[in-house]
């Protein structure tokens, strides 16, 4: 439009230069009175009439020209008015009301241009209610800005792409659009966070509103955290935020992390059969922050989960390395979440340490029974598969949980440990006791009772047919260096 207005303006321009010039010479002449000379009138008559209709020609132009510019800047105006509405100020990417007016109208409300979404996935990243609890607004910044060109850099040229707040993005193109490496589930480090996002594809997309898709991606979140989604069982933070929850975070991050180690007992020997390895966190003031379920959960689930995993592998070789004295090889048990141990980051750690050294057939996997899933193959697949390289799989917190019968013959366990609250929380009888421990031995799995503050407690488990025991009623939580000196190594030095 302003190329055809500006090209006869030029035109006009130039011929209003000429005819006027000629006006001015008429008009010198008259004034000179040169025109009383051999004159011809009707010639300069004409040549003034042409000059006027030349400039009036120019003025209408521009009086078109500038009706027109008025109309374009207020299309400008109003096109920006609505990338302000359907733009997301966080992201710069299209918001929630663009997605929703695409699905019900099939035409893009900024350019009214018809969108194409044949493929439509929700891309949802966890631990993101997290970021907003203990992270401030620059650092969401910051990650949300890596997140972004994480799908930009891996999307296709004619892939939109849009975000719908609280780490929940969509993208849609008439062809296959990912963000994954792994298909449907990637990881990306970020200034020493592990951030996982989860991709999810939608079959109709017109059937959802935007609401409806943040619902059914936290939904989607809250399976892969209960471990029901099969292809990977991905945890996440605890909601619900206790005092002590900021400060984890902050020691997590910092790696304010000390691992201790509480012998196990076997009933049969009275003596030490094992280590068990805990971790215990930092504050600021060197002091141990009190555990809760919701910082066992941010150990095991979180976006410090694999960092976290891979310094405890880094210290389990060195407990082993320790620990495995002459013909005394003692076992080492850690606690594993099932939420990871499908993961394939998780692996990567294992075969690290394995390369490094690290014994398999001296270590016990430990998972709660609170994280454990029921019939998960891919959990079970992967017990499996340390099963074959050697390690042992307990239950640990038995009687806290919902656990069933078959579930422990599912995922067929070495070990089962009777949970502490769930030992002192019960009336127990020698018979009631001795049925429950029978019909664990009838599954082909050993019984570990943990939590006991009294040995006649130990000795009477010990009568119903329990192998082991762990409690500060036989030996607290150590050093790595008094583990070492402890029973028969009291005069090694580590």
């Known amino acids: 439009m302003r190329k055809r207005i ?13 005819s006027n010039s000629v006006a001015i010479e008429i008009v010198y002449n008259l004034i000179t009175a040169e025109i009383l000379k051999d004159v011809n009138l009707f010639d300069y008559i004409g040549r003034l009439l042409v000059s006027t209709a030349v400039t009036l020609w120019l003025a209408v132009m521009v009086a078109i020209f500038l009706y ?18 359907y733009t997301n100020k966080e992201s710069g990417l299209r918001n929630a009301p663009w997605l929703d007016y695409v699905l019900s109208t099939g035409k893009d409300p900024v350019t009214g241009q018809e969108v194409k979404h044949d493929m439509f996935c929700l891309h949802t990243t966890l631990w993101w209610q997290a970021f907003s609890q203990y992270c401030d607004e620059g650092e969401r910044t910051q990650l949300l800005k890596f997140l972004v060109e994480q799908i930009v850099r891996t999307a ?22 990912r963000v994954a490496i792994n298909d449907d589930y990637a990881e990306f480090d970020w200034n020493s966070y592990n951030i996982a996002v989860v991709l999810t594809p939608i079959g109709s997309p017109t059937e959802y509103n935007s609401y409806q898709f943040v619902s059914l991606s936290r939904s989607i979140t809250e399976n892969i ?10 945890g996440t933070v605890a909601k619900k935020r206790s005092a002590s929850m900021p400060e984890a975070w902050a020691a997590l991050r910092e790696n304010h992390i000390e691992f201790v180690y509480q012998p196990i007992h076997e009933f049969s020997t009275a003596n030490i059969s094992s280590f068990e390895m805990l971790a215990r966190l930092k504050d600021k003031k060197n002091g141990f922050i009190s555990m809760s379920d919701e910082i066992a959960m941010l150990l095991e689930s979180s976006p410090f989960s694999l960092s976290f995993h891979q310094l405890l592998f880094e210290r389990l ?12 090889d003692l076992a080492i048990s850690i606690n594993i979440p099932a939420s990871i141990i499908s993961r394939p980051s998780f692996w990567d750690i294992i075969e690290r340490a394995v390369s490094a050294g690290l014994n398999l057939s001296q270590i016990a996997f430990e998972l709660t029974e609170r994280t454990l899933p029921s019939g998960s193959k891919a ?20 009687g806290s949980g919902q656990s069933s019968i078959e579930t422990i013959s599912f ?5 089962v440990k009777l949970d502490r609250e769930f030992i002192l929380g019960t009336q127990w009888s020698p018979e009631k006791a001795s049925s429950l421990i029978a019909y664990l031995h009838n599954l082909n799995v050993k019984v570990l009772v943990e939590g006991i503050e009294e040995k006649s407690f130990g000795e009477f488990f010990a009568a119903a047919g329990a192998e082991f025991v762990q409690g500060y009623a036989y030996s607290k939580p150590m050093s790595l260096e008094k583990a070492c000196k402890l029973g028969t190594f009291e005069d090694k030095v580590c």
């Open 6 to 18: 500006f090209v006869p303006l030029l035109i006009g321009l130039f011929l209003s230069l000429i």
């Open 68 to 85: 027109q510019d008025r109309e374009r800047q207020a299309e400008i105006q109003n096109h920006k008015e609505k990338l302000l509405l």
């Open 156 to 177: 296709t040229k004619d892939t939109v792409i849009g975000y719908l707040g609280n780490g929940v993005f969509y993208t849609f193109t008439d062809g296959v659009a």
């Open 225 to 234: 955290e209960a471990g029901t989604v099969p292809f990977k069982d991905v």
């Open 317 to 328: 070789l060195e407990a082993q390395e320790k620990l495995q004295i002459g013909s005394h």
């Open 379 to 398: 959990i079970r697949d992967s017990l499996s598969a340390l099963r074959a390289l050697g390690a042992s799989i307990h239950l640990d917190d038995f």
């Open 411 to 415: 995922y067929e366990f070495d070990i």
